[in-house]
């Protein structure tokens, strides 16, 4: 499934198998949460030579909640529009709500698409409890950013 995206320099398609080890690759490379990477729930943005530039997943979790995760774009493809690509469709497949967590200073990007802070209080059990976990790394020395639970209605 090729979809045209706003540049024609790369193009939007669903990931099969032989793209696994790639979009590990990538997360490791952004360093972002590497688990939970199931190929088959991926979104790969593709360079006109065919080359992987970028992807997105919709993550489901045991407590029903659903997160857009793993938003990752090669460092010379950034500020092209490449991430607002993958996460316009992923939230085109999935216009429910949403969840998210990301780095403090990412909280802007995903108000543009109407994601806001949520309360810990009104957070699934999933996000309780890595929001517990995040906020037990910073007493411990290793976080050096916040972390952000958002939800998009």
Known sequence: ME?????????LRKATSSD???????????HINPMGLSW??????????????GCGQLKPHSDG??????IAVLPEWRSKG??????EYLLQLHPA?????????LGPLYQKFGFQV???????T????ISWLVNLFPRLGHQPDRLLVMRRN
């Open 20 to 30: 696994a080890a790639s979009i590990h690759q990538l997360i490791s490379l952004v």
């Open 97 to 105: 709500t949403l969840y998210l967590t990301c780095r403090a200073e």
């Open 65 to 70: 909640s659903l997160e857009l995760a793993s």
């Open 82 to 87: 490449v991430a607002r690509t993958i996460i």
């Open 126 to 129: 999933y996000f309780k409890r």
């Open 3 to 11: 979809t045209p995206s706003l540049s024609q320099a790369y193009s």
């Open 40 to 53: 088959q729930r991926f979104i790969l943005a593709i360079d006109s030579q065919g080359r992987m530039i």
């Open 118 to 124: 949520v309360n810990s209080t009104e957070l699934p």
